[in-house]
């Protein structure tokens, strides 16, 4: 199994208050990924990162903030969490493709959110 | 932008039988990458298999094979001798082939929940 960590694994909190997801790798992969899984409407991306410092935006990135100061590492922020964050969040990482070639993106075990 | 569609939300299958589980998908691209995710309930997320546009020839992976109608834009997943082992939800997923800068990112459909009967 690709080297993926997730914490927490679970967390739950209140309305309005910060939250930050940690992702954390061993494979010193160049892509990092944060997808939210909702019944009804599959993974859906929110950010993603090609390097350290270089981030970008997903279809749901809204209401977050990612950051990735170390390769191995993409924390995910929620600044004021909502009841529609509730949700479970998977973090996943690629190796760079190149030139077309394919590289499988490896998931990590997932975090479970709830926002009372 | 790519969109990925799973009608079935849903399907049951007697164990040992065969069930075909449906996906389609939009894009203007010529070049991509489609795959099949299984997740249990365990939530891990597990590549079944994967199929690459510019291949006429089916994937296969042991019991898992797809059928792959790059002109109708459908990609759908067979599995045959049905386990218990393969209750789960099952996603198609999208991704451009070049690489770089945003193209690696996976477009995923609804999922369909499959149901083996013993």
């Known amino acids: 199994d690709a080297g993926i960590t997730q914490s927490p694994r679970h967390k739950v909190t209140e309305t309005g208050t910060p939250v930050t997801l940690r992702c954390h790798q061993t494979?010193?992969?160049?892509?990092m990924y944060w997808y939210r899984q909702d019944p009804g409407h599959g993974l859906r991306l929110i950010h993603y990162?090609?390097?350290?410092?270089?981030?970008d935006k997903g279809e749901v990135s809204d209401g977050y903030s990612v950051s990735r100061s170390k390769t191995e590492d993409f924390l995910l922020t929620l600044e004021s969490a909502t009841s529609s964050q509730t949700s479970v969040y998977f973090c996943?990482?690629?190796?760079?493709?190149?030139?077309?070639?394919?590289?499988?993106?490896?998931f990590g075990p997932g975090t479970r959110l709830t926002v009372l | 932008a790519q969109t990925v569609t799973q009608s079935q939300p849903e399907m049951s299958v007697q164990e040992a039988e065969t069930v075909t589980l449906s996906c389609t998908y939009d894009?203007?691209?010529?070049?991509?990458?489609l795959f099949w995710y299984k997740q249990p309930p365990s939530r891990q997320m597990i590549l079944v298999i994967r199929?690459?546009?510019?291949?006429?020839q089916n994937a296969t992976e042991n019991r898992f094979s797809v059928n792959f109608q790059k002109a109708a834009k459908s990609f759908s997943l067979k599995i045959s001798d049905s386990q218990l082992g393969d209750a789960a939800m099952y996603f198609c997923?999208?991704?451009?082939?070049?690489?770089?800068?945003?193209?690696?990112?996976?477009?995923f459909g609804t999922g369909t929940r499959l149901t083996i009967i013993p």
């Open positions: 996943a990482i690629s190796e760079s493709s190149g030139q077309g070639l394919y590289n499988e993106q490896f």
């Open positions: 494979e010193n992969h160049r892509y």
């Open positions: 990162s090609y390097g350290v410092k270089d981030t």
């Open positions: 894009t203007s691209e010529s070049d991509y990458y």
């Open positions: 199929q690459e546009a510019y291949k006429q």
């Open positions: 997923a999208y991704r451009a082939r070049l690489g770089g800068f945003g193209n690696e990112k996976l477009t």
